[in-house]
T-cell receptor, first 110, second 114 residues
């Protein structure tokens, strides 16, 4: 019953370091999404992948890159971390609606 | 563009009292509507969804929501709140076609007092 698995669960980085957040789903879903959650802001879409081989920008893509490695995996990369990227990151997947969410990665940039 | 407004940032209710969390959306056609709940330090759990049909939808944990097209609203209700309902609640809207990203409201934090 894994669903959507995110790794790591917690991470602390220094400004300028790079980091890849991993996401994998075992539900054979075509679509996957990355959101960030900040206090008082709800969830905002960073990037999504409607199907294997495609990716599209969301509302807040700056400073991030994504890779849809295969149907199961969708990674989010911070090339040069900035304090403004301190957030909780959620990955989700869907095959039609609704979306299923992972437990999140709590990322702090010092 | 789609948008979701949750007017109440924080609500406090007494255990056993009724609850209504407000959600208004902006969308050009009939949307897909969702309520998710997030306990502290946890991910998002789907409470209920509306796609079409009966405008009163039942969800898990005794929650229900009513879609009112004329008011562009999808308010969440529960007749009797339990202490374990304390959490943050998010309303979200999506397009009624295929796999598209959701647009979330900013959330309403629910506190329950004895």
């Amino acid at each position: 019953n894994a669903g959507v698995t995110q790794t790591p669960k917690f991470q602390v980085l220094k400004t300028g370091q790079s980091m890849t957040l991993q996401c994998a789903q075992d539900m054979n879903h075509n679509s996957m999404y990355w959101y960030r959650q900040d206090p008082g802001m709800g969830l905002r879409l960073i990037y999504y992948s409607a199907s294997e081989g495609t990716t599209d920008k969301g509302e807040v893509p700056n400073g991030y890159n994504v890779s849809r490695l295969n149907k199961r995996e969708f990674s989010l990369r911070l090339e040069s971390a900035a304090p403004s990227q301190t957030s909780v990151y959620f990955c989700a997947s869907s095959e039609q609606q609704p979306q299923h969410f992972g437990d999140g990665t709590r990322l702090s940039i010092l | 563009a789609q948008s979701v407004t949750q007017p109440d940032i924080h609500i406090t209710v007494s255990e056993g009292a009724s609850l209504e969390l407000r959600c208004n959306y902006s969308y050009g056609a009939t949307p897909y509507l969702f309520w998710y709940v997030q306990s502290p330090g946890q991910g998002l759990q789907l409470l209920l969804k509306y796609f079409s049909g009966d405008t009163l939808v039942q969800g898990i944990k005794g929650f229900e929501a009513e879609f009112k097209r004329s008011q562009s609203s999808f308010n969440l209700r529960k007749p009797s709140v339990h202490w374990s309902d304390a959490a943050e609640y998010f309303c979200a809207v999506g397009q009624n076609s295929g796999n598209t990203p959701l647009v979330f409201g900013k959330g309403t934090r629910l506190s329950v007092i004895a």
